[in-house]
């Protein structure tokens, strides 16, 4: 079956500048989780949905938000960009009801804020 | 805030050296996830390793979950070009919260 999909796969953008991203779970996966991935900080929790509900969240400002549809497609949106926010931001599913299952991992979107 | 430390940061080692990556924190975990991550790509999961004294054997890698849950490590016998990664360890509370460690990045060379 097909994995975890995220696109964009890459993307820069500026300063104060907004990003959208997407993740497609493994097909009857209903919970989805967001990573940020970066050399100094590792791999931070952002946040987890499970049916359309967020369950989760990780210790990062409100510009941080995200959502889940019906289909339990899940989108992040990151607004008014810094250059702290450059990092590859990874969606995860799992078919458990939580995040602490095996985590499928997408490829992941690479963000890069000039 | 809980901390998984993993350790060495980094390991640059040749071909056929054996080699442990240690995952060590100060809290107890109901069980322990070892991932790898290769270069452009995400985290995949190894193993999931449980009860506290576990030892796990994947091939030429053997993971093993401390007495006390709380700490772990990750042996690889005669390391091969292909194990070169980033080797991630990440626990579950029993708050039912997973928390990634802070990354082994291995390079073996042939």
């Known amino acids: 079956k097909a994995g975890v999909t995220q696109t964009p796969r890459y993307l820069i953008k500026t300063r104060g500048q907004q990003v959208t991203l997407s993740c497609s779970p493994i097909?009857?996966?209903?919970?989805v989780s967001w990573y940020q991935q970066t050399p100094g900080q590792g791999l931070q929790f952002l946040f987890e949905y499970f049916s359309e509900t967020q369950r989760n969240k990780g210790n990062f400002p409100g510009r941080f938000s995200g959502r889940q549809f019906s289909n339990s497609r899940s989108e992040m949106n990151v607004s008014t960009l810094e250059l702290g926010d450059s990092a590859l931001y990874l969606c995860a599913s799992s078919s458990r009801g939580s995040n602490t299952g095996e985590l499928f991992f997408g490829e992941g979107s690479r963000l890069t804020v000039l | 805030t809980q901390l998984l430390e993993q350790s060495p940061q980094f390991l640059s080692i040749q071909e056929g050296e054996n080699l442990t990556v240690y995952c060590n924190s100060s809290?107890?975990?109901?069980?322990l996830q070892w991932y790898r991550q290769e270069p452009g790509e995400g985290p995949v999961l190894l193993v999931t390793?449980?009860?506290?004294?576990e030892v796990k054997k994947l091939k030429r890698l053997t993971f093993q979950f401390g007495d006390a849950r709380k700490d772990s490590s990750l042996h690889i016998t005669a390391a091969q070009p292909g194990d070169t990664g980033l080797y991630l360890c990440?626990?579950?509370?029993?708050?039912?919260?997973?928390?990634f460690g802070t990354g082994t990045r291995l390079q073996v060379f042939p």
């Open positions: 809290s107890v975990f109901s069980s």
């Open positions: 990440a626990g579950v509370l029993n708050t039912d919260k997973l928390i």
């Open positions: 097909s009857g996966h209903r919970s």
């Open positions: 390793v449980v009860t506290g004294g």
